[in-house]
């Protein structure tokens, strides 16, 4: 999740697990405190741009045009929205307010999991996911040189990591399986559109859902229509089976019989 500007000799070469152990802390009175929020490189998961916009009370679409800029997805074409610094001569993050983080409380995952990298990988011979860990030392950051020993596990713990990670598992496994085709599979630029849209901009796709031909072409039981007309959470595990269906073929969410294909992608 964390892609440093740069890498030379920051990211330790060697994969951490959760019960690994690492020596760490971050408090107000180092020396370094909100170094880190100046110059970085901050990529949003779906889930943290939920919990930004409800924060700063806008929508997705506010959020994304004031707050973001495009980029990519380390070793793939998948667009991904990237916290847009400020052009104040430090690349400072516009977050940062004179106490700390202002939105500390909803802040990003890659801010969360600092000073850790986290990544995932399917294990074909698990045939599973797993999960793995890099530790990032950046000279400015004193945190490695004052810190206590604690556990990749404890970290997650404390950083409220697990509920973002549980709730972009249906976004990190569309990356996954983007991978594992391969680099010479091209993905059209209209899906990299409807990708982006029902990855970042959950109220557009709402839109996109209860303003179109949407529900006379999927079979959406009424309880769940009901749960994602109100809770952005519940849409964007359904935009996750969506894009599971329409980009992948898995039959996520079905079709009315009577739909035919050109029904499907003229409604897309
Ligand atoms: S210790 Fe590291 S993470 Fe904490 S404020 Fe300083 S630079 Fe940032
Ligand atoms: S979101 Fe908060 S913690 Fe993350 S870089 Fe910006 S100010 Fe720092």
Redesign the pocket.
Known sequence: MYAPKTKKNIIVPVELGLDSTFTFTCTRDMPCF?R???N?H?ILTPFDIIR?KHRLDMSSDEFLYKYTTLGHIDKTELPVPV?KMQEDGEN??????DS?????ED??L??RY?PIAAGIFHNKDLAANKRFFALIKEDYCLGHKFGREITVKEWRNTQGIIPYDKANIGWSELILKRKSLGPFVEISEKSLQIFFMACYNIDRFRRFVFDSLFLNIYVVPEERVKKISEDDSAMLDFAMDWLATVLLGEKKIEIRKQVDEVDVAEAI
Request: charged content about 10%; proline content about 8%; overall charge positive.
């Open positions: 909100t880190c929020c100046k970085a901050v930004m916290i400072t993050c516009p977050f940062l307010g700390g983080c202002s939105i500390y802040r990003p890659t801010c600092y």
